[in-house]
């Protein structure tokens, strides 16, 4: 089936630190993939998306480039801010198999002063 | 103008009680999604309406049932609460599959 791996956390970083948090998916089709991020007690929100191979989504100083090759999807950030720890989730979604978007286990990112 | 409200956004009830939890969106969008967050964070589907049909049941206890008067909406009715359902109910909106899925601020439920 299809899924997501994320590497685990939590992160520890301190600020202006560069970050990668990897992310790889097994997929039958051709999938989109995201990146979500989760503040402290909210929802998620979007953070980036690439919708196929090569393609590089960025936000915000994130980056994010869909390997077709490698099957990954990793998250990246050159310098990283104390407003930036928050949960990242890494997900795909499917033409077949229903309308659904499939997550990652989620990885917790703290930055420290 | 929130995209995707949800209400309530605590729920704290006793084993054996009913309780729903109601979603709105207002951004046209065809689908609706439940997931449940638990304690370590893992997001898992519930389920998926597309134009008030239902397109994904992902074994989930028959105690739950959502139900979508209209595509704007997607509520989750949960009977005879039990002290495993505690945890986060998020509902999403998206408009297709490949898209990207917005998400309401969740309603956390705790079984006592």
């Known amino acids: 089936g299809d899924s997501v791996t994320q590497m685990e956390g939590p992160v520890t ?16 089709g051709y999938p989109s993939l995201f990146w979500y991020v989760q503040y402290p007690g909210e929802g998620l929100q979007l953070l980036l998306k690439a919708t196929k191979a090569d393609d590089k989504g960025s936000n915000k100083g994130f980056e994010a480039t869909y390997r077709k090759e490698t099957t990954s999807f990793h998250l990246e950030k050159g310098s990283v801010q104390v407003s930036d720890s928050a949960v990242y989730f890494c997900a795909l979604g499917l033409t077949g198999g229903g309308n659904k978007l499939t997550f990652g286990t989620g990885t917790q990112l703290k930055v420290e002063l | 103008d929130t995209a995707v409200s949800q209400t309530p956004k605590y729920l704290v009830t006793q084993m054996g009680n009913d309780k729903s939890i109601k979603c709105e969106q207002n951004l046209g969008h065809d689908t609706m999604y439940w997931y449940k967050q638990d304690s370590k964070k893992f997001l898992k589907i519930m389920f998926s309406y597309n134009n008030k049909e239902l397109i994904i049941n992902e074994t989930v206890p028959n105690r739950f049932s959502p139900k979508s008067p209209d595509k704007a909406h997607l509520n989750l009715h949960i009977n005879s609460l039990e002290l495993g359902d505690s945890a986060v109910y998020f509902c999403a909106s998206s408009q297709d599959r490949l898209t990207e899925a917005f998400f309401g601020q969740g309603t956390r439920l705790t079984v006592v």
């Not at chain 1, 970083?13 to 039958?28: D, P, V």
């Open chain 1, 13 to 28: 970083l301190s600020e202006e630190a560069f970050l990668t948090i990897n992310c790889t998916y097994t997929a039958t």
